[in-house]
């Protein structure tokens, strides 16, 4: 499930992180940031995977997928 609140769902920012942890426990804020990172890695997978008419469609071009499919996965 992903951290990242919609403005339909109740948060304000779209792709900001949630609040919730800044609460947690060091080891519980680690976890929550490895499975950020899965997240990211499988959201930018995906993009990739999409042939030109779909990119087209969203309008991003094939450079804008390949800029961001190549950044590291904490970004």
Known sequence: MSRYKSPAIGGSPIFG???TS???SPGRRFIAFLFDCIDIYR???ALEALD???LKDIGVSRCDVE???SRPFWR
Do not use: F
């Open 17 to 19: 992180r949630s609040r």
């Open 22 to 24: 800044e609460r947690l």
């Open 43 to 45: 959201q930018r997978r």
């Open 52 to 54: 030109d008419r779909m």
């Open 67 to 69: 800029a961001e499919v």
